[in-house]
């Protein structure tokens, strides 16, 4: 990969070709990319109609498939008890689309939404599958400008994403679940209060959501349960 950026550069200096800077990607630790295939991406991107860039794994990642798996709410069909926080969420950033995501191996599977009909989409297409990578909101005011998910499927096509907000919902602190997100088929931004508001929201998702995973993985305690035990799947 390092070897084929430098032959692009090299190929592109050729020519005249400029390059700009990389903007960093908003991983943190857990998202480390060498200089050469930063390099390699942003020009592939932008001299050959794009690349997406695939969600990173997060490093707990085979705990976090265990416990979401042992719960049981991987799959398709909705949480009615979640409905009313999507509804709630849709209204107060005036949005047409919101939804509470579950984040699987391959899939992102829906279990709450408003203004969406669809089970699920790929995880390597999700942007909550990005959301839950962090720990802050995970905001995307123009799908569009963003090299990450410029040619991603669900931003040139349906639902035509271009406005994106994802508040991450974690269990046992540090497993990200999923999100809850709201979206927009135009560019935008919230202020500052509003994302408070989203936030203070998807902690009440996080504690619902949390409640009903404990109750459906039983007595056992989903925090120091060994595998093998209360239903987990391999």
Same mark, same amino acid.
């Given at each position: 990969?390092?070897?084929?950026?430098?032959?692009?550069?090299?190929?592109?200096?050729?020519?005249?070709?400029?390059?700009?800077?990389?903007?960093?990607?908003?991983?943190?630790?857990?998202?480390?990319?060498?200089?050469?295939?930063?390099?390699?991406?942003?020009?592939?991107?932008?001299?050959?109609?794009?690349?997406?860039?695939?969600?990173?794994?997060?490093?707990?990642?085979?705990?976090?498939?265990?416990? #979401?798996?042992?719960?049981?709410? /991987? !799959?398709? %069909?909705?949480?009615?008890?979640?409905?009313?926080?999507? *509804?709630?969420?849709? &209204?107060?950033?005036?949005?047409?689309?919101?939804?509470?995501?579950?984040?699987?191996?391959?899939?992102?599977?829906?279990?709450?939404?408003?203004?969406?009909?669809?089970?699920?989409?790929?995880?390597?297409?999700?942007?909550?599958?990005?959301?839950?990578?962090?720990?802050?909101?995970?905001?995307?005011?123009?799908?569009?400008?963003?090299?990450?998910?410029?040619?991603?499927?669900?931003?040139?096509?349906?639902?035509?994403?271009?406005?994106?907000?994802?508040?991450? #919902?974690?269990?046992?602190?540090? /497993? !990200?679940? %999923?999100?809850?997100?709201?979206?927009?088929?135009?560019? *935008?931004?919230?202020? &500052?209060?509003?994302?408070?508001?989203?936030?203070?929201?998807?902690?009440?998702?996080?504690?619902?959501?949390?409640?009903?995973?404990?109750?459906?993985?039983?007595?056992?305690?989903?925090?120091?349960?060994?595998?093998?035990?209360?239903?987990?799947?391999?």
């Amino acid at each position: 990969m390092i070897a084929v950026a430098f032959c692009v550069i090299h190929a592109l200096s050729q020519r005249g070709a400029r390059t700009s800077a990389v903007k960093p990607l908003n991983f943190g630790s857990r998202w480390s990319l060498p200089i050469a295939l930063h390099i390699h991406v942003h020009l592939i991107g932008h001299h050959l109609g794009g690349l997406m860039l695939d969600p990173a794994l997060p490093q707990n990642e085979t705990r976090r498939l265990q416990v #979401l798996q042992a719960t049981g709410f /991987l !799959g398709p %069909g909705l949480i009615d008890d979640l409905q009313p926080y999507v *509804r709630i969420a849709r &209204a107060l950033c005036n949005v047409p689309i919101a939804a509470v995501s579950l984040i699987d191996r391959d899939r992102q599977w829906f279990k709450a939404m408003d203004g969406l009909d669809v089970e699920g989409t790929p995880r390597r297409f999700s942007f909550c599958a990005h959301a839950i990578l962090q720990k802050g909101v995970f905001y995307i005011s123009d799908a569009t400008h963003d090299e990450r998910f410029a040619d991603n499927p669900l931003v040139l096509g349906d639902p035509g994403i271009r406005f994106y907000a994802g508040c991450p #919902l974690f269990i046992e602190d540090d /497993l !990200g679940m %999923g999100a809850l997100m709201v979206i927009d088929r135009r560019p *935008r931004t919230l202020d &500052a209060d509003t994302l408070l508001r989203l936030r203070d929201l998807a902690d009440c998702v996080q504690r619902a959501l949390s409640h009903r995973m404990r109750l459906a993985i039983g007595s056992c305690s989903v925090s120091h349960a060994p595998a093998g035990q209360c239903g987990f799947m391999a």
